[in-house]
Each structure stands twice: as structure tokens, then as C-alpha cells.
Nanobody, 118 residues
Framework: QVQLVESGGGLVQPGGSLRLSCAAS????????MAWYRQAPGDQRELVAS???????????KYLGSVKGRFTISRDNAKNMVYLQMNSLTPEDTAVYYC????????WGQGTQVTVSS
């Protein structure tokens, strides 16, 4: 059973933007927090951003320092969707992006590839 499906990745030039989407099952989505993670080749998976269930505006969202001010996490509780708006992308943002619960992630989905290159 597929419980997490990420989409929206692709190839983009430096300075460009992408909006990632995540469709989550209710059992995962209804946990306290949802998050985006990423993993670059040869690196460990890292937490990119997290958002609490009741934080509809994202006022209390947390971000990895290197993406703060450029990325925005949001969620739609009615649709069990999580989004990541990524602006001013740099090659260092190249990675496979995953969504999952936080701080205790469930089984991982396939992720969506983001490649930032000229």
C-alpha cells in the first residue's frame, strides 16, 4: 500500500522555482507534524522543513538553515496534502526530496528528484 507519493520535481536552472506536492495517507498525515526531507548522492537524509498539524499558516514551521527564506512548507488538511515551494534554487539543493511525518517518519516513499543545473 502506497502511503506517501511525492511529485513536482524536475530539472530547473539556478535561481528557478519548483513546487513539490505530497499526497499522504490519513494515518500518516494526522500525526503531529509533517515534513520534507532530502537526500543528495553520498549524503545522509536531512530534514528540510516541518509543519505542525494545526499550523495552517505555517507560522511555526521550521527550516533547515540553508533553505530558510527560500523554501516554504504548507499543508492542506482537508486534502491530506503537503507542499514545498522552493524559490531561488541553487545546485546545492539538488537531491531526492521526500515527505514523511516528523519526528518519527514512517516507511519512505519513492521521493521526487530535484536537479538544479545550468
Amino acid at each position: 500500500q502506497v502511503q506517501l507519493v511525492e511529485s513536482g520535481g524536475g530539472l530547473v536552472q539556478p535561481g528557478g522555482s519548483l513546487r513539490l506536492s505530497c499526497a499522504a495517507s490519513g494515518s500518516i498525515f494526522n500525526r503531529s507534524q509533517m515534513a520534507w526531507y532530502r537526500q543528495a548522492p553520498g549524503d545522509q537524509r536531512e530534514l528540510v522543513a516541518s509543519i505542525s498539524k494545526g499550523d495552517s499558516t505555517g507560522a511555526y514551521s521550521k527550516y533547515l538553515g540553508s533553505v530558510k527564506g527560500r523554501f516554504t512548507i504548507s499543508r492542506d488538511n482537508a486534502k491530506n496534502m503537503v507542499y514545498l515551494q522552493m524559490n531561488s534554487l541553487t545546485p546545492e539543493d539538488t537531491a531526492v526530496y521526500y515527505c514523511n511525518s516528523y519526528p518519527f517518519p514512517s516507511d519512505w516513499g519513492q521521493g521526487t528528484q530535484v536537479t538544479v543545473s545550468s
